[in-house]
């Protein structure tokens, strides 16, 4: 069992340009999330697939905000013209369907927009 | 909404020192309940989970007690060492639902 892992794990970008994270869930997990977390903050939930499925978008989840999980393996979030406010840690999770309670983290990838 | 309300930090102990850190909850129904743990350079690590009332749940010499009646679930160790100093974080998962809703966390600091 390797764990959740993220990458990259910090990224510098100018304003306006795209930026795409990856996660690695664990493999035979079936459920992923991601969520974002600002300093001094809990995490607030994104959005969530099962298998190849994204089944929920939270609201905070603009338009320019899209995520992914082909094959229902790993998944990538992008972020389209970004802006100050996007700097944030972007965490993904990943859990069995049949116990949704247990959620494993992974490191997150630090974003910080100039 | 469903929400979570943590005590804020930074607490400040020494060790051996006995901890307590205040959780409460707003929910409808039965939600499970979390205590995550993040040290420095690290990801969130469930710490310990309880998913009824009256229930506690323990890990590491911490335990937190799943109260219906006050909506709570305290997060307490009876000696806490150096290396405890992390972020503490409580949270609920709606009965049903995917979703962790989660507090703004405590920051726990330990002195030799």
């Known amino acids: 069992d390797t764990g959740v892992s993220q990458n990259p794990r910090h990224k510098i970008t100018k304003r306006g340009q795209n930026v795409t994270f990856r996660c690695d869930p664990i493999?035979?997990?079936?459920?992923l999330y991601w969520y974002r977390q600002t300093l001094g903050q809990g995490p607030e939930f994104l959005t969530y697939?099962?298998?190849?499925?994204?089944?929920?978008k939270s609201r905070l989840l603009s338009d320019r905000f899209s995520a992914e999980r082909p094959k229902g393996s790993f998944s990538t979030l992008e972020i389209q013209r970004t802006e100050q406010g996007d700097s944030a840690m972007y965490l993904c999770?990943?859990?069995?369907?049949?116990?949704?309670?247990?959620?494993?983290f992974g490191p997150g990838t630090r974003l910080t927009v100039l | 909404g469903d929400s979570v309300t943590q005590m804020e930090g930074p607490v400040t102990l020494s060790e051996e020192a006995f901890l307590t850190i205040n959780c409460t909850y707003t929910?409808?129904?039965?939600?499970?309940l979390f205590w995550y743990v993040q040290y420095p350079g690290e990801g969130l690590q469930l710490l310990l989970k309880?998913?009824?009332a009256d229930d506690k749940g323990s890990n590491k010499g911490f335990e937190a007690t799943y109260r219906k009646e006050t909506t709570s679930f305290h997060l307490e160790k009876g000696s806490v060492q150096v290396s405890d100093s992390a972020v503490y974080f409580c949270?609920?998962?709606?009965?049903?639902?995917?979703?962790?809703?989660w507090g703004a966390g405590t920051k726990l600091i330990i002195k030799p």
């Open positions: 999770a990943s859990s069995l369907f049949q116990d949704t309670d247990t959620q494993y």
């Open positions: 493999s035979e997990h079936n459920r």
């Open positions: 697939f099962q298998n190849e499925a994204q089944l929920e």
């Open positions: 929910a409808t129904g039965y939600p499970s």
């Open positions: 309880a998913t009824k």
């Open positions: 949270a609920l998962s709606p009965r049903g639902n995917y979703q962790l809703i």
